[in-house]
Every structure is written in structure tokens, then in C-alpha cells.
T-cell receptor, first 115, second 117 residues
């Protein structure tokens, strides 16, 4: 149990376009989802925390107008990178947690390349 | 704010040998959780082991065990009988357990483990 999926696993987009990444909890209800960004050979950097039905809480330095997060249901959160630029190219990972649980379950990640 | 420090960017071990990865953390909280995650080349984060701070007994999971020293704020991971499949990045992480505390995981910078045949 506790499987989290991400779609797509890899996406290439042109500079200036927007791209949406989906994160789904497949066999449990996720009251909280987290979005991370990871550069090569670096650690995970938390971008934002989202609770179902609420606005996401962004970490300091993360542009909320650029990285739009929606947590519309207990099984789905989306991250939209708007007006993407090459410097947004990175590996994006989501995780999900059940209500009252301290454990986060991680998705397999999405590689974004902006050309 | 809590911080997690992994002072070993890279470690290597011979197959079947034992290796210990270090992790220290800083917090003023009394109740928290500590985790070790493994990230293989596939980049899927895999939970290796967890420790609740209120438990004095060190957690073990098969070949993986921790040495949790609460007073010293140290949380090292020991891998026994190392296998080629253990090669990965290992991240130490902290999470508050306080009511109303942050749900966020605070990660260290990671240790790259190489297993030599």
C-alpha cells in the first residue's frame, strides 16, 4: 500500500510555455502533499506544502505565481510551471501523507527539460 | 530552525563489509522523528529506517540499523553485509512530532555510497 504516482515521468517543453505535473496517491487519501525540487547531485529542496482544499504554503524564495500548486482532491495534486525557462529544468518530486501520519510517501519524480 | 548535517559527501565499502553513514541534527524540540532515505539511480526515494525520538531503543530493519544518540543529536546508519544494490544516495531527514509543529521533512545534503565488488 501507500503508492504515489507522478505523471509525466519526463517532459520537454519550449521556453515560455507552461507544463503541468500530476501527483496521485493511488491507494490512500492524502490530506497533505509536498512538492520538492532536486538539482543533480543535490538534496531535495521543499518548494511547497499543500493541504486538500486549501491554498498551498510556499517556502521562502519560491515564486508562487510561477509554480502553481493545486490540491483539489484527496488523491490529486498538480504543479504547473508557468512561462517555463531553461533554469526551471530540474527533477520534481512529490510526496503525500495521510491525515495524522508522520510518514511521507514519495512519487517517482518528473524530469523537466525546458529548451 | 532545524538543520540536518551529513558530513560525508561520499563513502565506499567492499561488498559484504559494514559501513556507517553519519548524520547530526540540531533542534530545540523534544519530540521528533528521524529517517534515513535511499535514492538509487532511478531517483525513487525509498524509506530505509525510521526512529522516534522518544524511543531509546535503536531501530533495526534487517541489515540496516541506527545508532541514535539523542543527547549528542546524532543518528548514524549502519549497513551490514553490504550488497551491490545498496549503492545509492542516502539522505538523513528530520520531522517534528510536536502538536502543531511543522509537517515538513528537513533533509541533509546526502551521502553517496559506492559498493565495490
Amino acid at each position: 500500500g501507500a503508492v504515489v504516482s507522478q505523471h509525466p515521468s519526463w517532459v520537454i517543453c519550449k521556453s515560455g510555455t507552461s507544463v503541468k505535473i500530476e501527483c496521485r496517491s493511488l491507494d490512500f487519501q492524502a490530506t497533505t502533499m509536498f512538492w520538492y525540487r532536486q538539482f543533480p547531485k543535490q538534496s531535495l529542496m521543499l518548494m511547497a506544502t499543500s493541504n486538500e482544499g486549501s491554498k498551498a504554503t510556499y517556502e521562502q524564495g519560491v515564486e508562487k505565481d510561477k509554480f502553481l500548486i493545486n490540491h483539489a482532491s484527496l488523491t490529486l495534486s498538480t504543479l504547473t510551471v508557468t512561462s517555463a525557462h531553461p533554469e526551471d529544468s530540474s527533477f520534481y518530486i512529490c510526496s503525500a501523507a495521510r491525515s495524522g501520519s508522520y510518514e511521507q510517501y514519495f512519487g517517482p519524480g518528473t524530469r523537466l527539460t525546458v529548451t | 530552525a532545524q538543520t540536518v548535517t551529513q558530513s560525508q559527501p561520499e563513502m565506499s565499502v567492499q561488498e559484504a563489509e559494514t559501513v556507517t553513514l553519519s548524520c547530526t541534527y540540531d533542534t530545540s524540540e523534544s519530540d521528533y522523528y528521524l529517517f534515513w532515505y535511499k535514492q538509487p539511480p532511478s531517483r525513487q526515494m525509498i524509506l530505509v529506517i525510521r526512529q522516534e525520538a522518544y524511543k531509546q531503543q535503536n531501530a533495526t530493519e534487517n541489515r540496516f540499523s541506527v545508532n541514535f544518540q539523542k543527547a549528542a543529536k546524532s543518528f548514524s546508519l549502519k549497513i551490514s553485509d553490504s550488497q551491490l544494490g545498496d549503492a545509492a544516495m542516502y539522505f538523513c531527514a528530520y520531522r517534528s512530532a510536536n502538536q502543531g509543529g511543522s509537517e515538513k521533512l528537513v533533509f541533509g545534503k546526502g551521502t553517496k555510497l559506492t559498493v565495490n565488488p
